[in-house]
């Protein structure tokens, strides 16, 4: 709110300086054939009408000629410039005792015929001016309208994160509390803070990145704490800057989607490889596991993940991303690179 009023001062300010230059640069021209006083009684004669003609023109083309009741504009538009070219005409006729080669003294035709030329001028001008106000507010509405629809969309697609691994996670803490161990109380501290994180911090805009590498950390340790031996998980990343920041839980569904189709209950080999790497501003994030296909349990929401991932890019880094997904016949990979 500060803002737009500081901007409208600004407006303001501009609009009163041009106007009073007006009046001081018709007052110096004509200071040449009569006195300064008069020149500029008659300077503001002409040009105090020729303020309301502009931001009369102004209210009607708003009112009147940009909702189409084009005939309506035209009456009012043809009353309102008689009334200005009328007023104008008798001012100059008023301050014509003096000789100037160019214009007759008596000529009062031509007196009105150089009103009516330059009435048009305002008209044309105020006209363009307030076109292009409402061209700029229109295109203001269209963005904001766009962005909110972003912002709707993109709370959408967060709040698609699979049910999946919470519920297992629920249940093995159930399993756990039952027999009284002692990896409840851990597991219970790790899924609050990863919901912590899923719930609140993904609201911000952006995120800093340590915390979307935190968070990819809790969920690998909650996965192990369910196994009753630890499974084949490897999660490397490079040093990260303070500065980087990046959309919240951009990541974590490409971690999701690997343990979620991941053969690690078929297969003793199975394993999960998950690399991070900074260059410059640039991350390189890249997935990869074992999986078997014959086992379609876990697929029955299968791609819904990497969609929703690929939708949400699209959004908030259109030229500044590349995805790559291969779908082997044993092995998953999805590598991200991303300008951040």
Request: glycine share 2%; proline share 3%; with cysteine.
């Amino acid at each position: 709110m500060e803002k737009y009023l500081e901007k409208r001062r600004l407006q303001l300010g501009v609009q009163i300086s041009i106007w009073l230059l007006l009046v001081l640069g018709y007052a110096l021209v004509f200071s040449r054939f009569i006195p300064f006083q008069e020149s500029l009684w008659r300077a503001l004669g002409n040009i105090l009408p020729i303020v309301c003609l502009f931001y009369g023109n102004m209210f009607l083309v708003k009112r009147y000629f940009i909702p189409k009741s084009y005939f309506i504009y035209a009456i009012w538009m043809i009353l309102l410039f008689s009334l200005v070219t009328g007023i104008r005409t008798q001012i100059n006729i008023h301050y014509i005792d003096y000789e100037i080669d160019f214009l007759p003294q008596t000529n009062q035709e031509f007196l009105r015929s150089a009103a009516i030329i330059s009435n048009m001028a305002v008209i044309l001008i105020s006209t363009i001016y307030q076109l292009l106000i409402h061209r700029s507010a229109e295109e203001k509405k269209a963005l904001l309208t766009a962005n909110e629809h972003q912002q709707a969309q993109i709370q959408f697609l967060r709040a698609q994160i699979n049910p999946h691994f919470l519920f297992n996670t629920l249940n093995n803490i159930y399993s756990l509390a039952v027999v009284q161990s002692n990896k409840t109380a851990p597991m219970v501290l790790q899924l609050s803070e990863l919901l912590r994180y899923v719930i609140y911090d993904s609201q911000e805009e952006k995120v800093a990145l340590k915390k979307e590498v935190i968070q990819i950390g809790r969920f690998i340790d909650l996965f192990q704490m369910r196994q009753e031996t630890p499974v084949n998980i490897e999660f490397q990343h490079t040093a990260i800057p303070e500065t980087l920041k990046i959309e919240p839980m951009i990541l974590i569904p490409l971690v999701e989607n690997c343990f979620k189709h991941c053969d690690f209950d078929s297969n003793p080999e199975a394993f999960i490889q998950i690399r991070l790497n900074i260059e410059g501003q640039q991350l390189i994030f890249s997935t990869q596991n074992s999986k078997n296909d014959a086992n379609q349990q876990k697929d029955k929401t299968g791609g819904v993940g990497l969609q929703n991932i690929k939708k949400r890019l699209a959004l908030k880094y259109e030229d500044q991303h590349h995805l790559a997904i291969v779908n082997a016949e044993e092995l998953f990979s999805v590598k991200l690179k991303l300008e951040l």
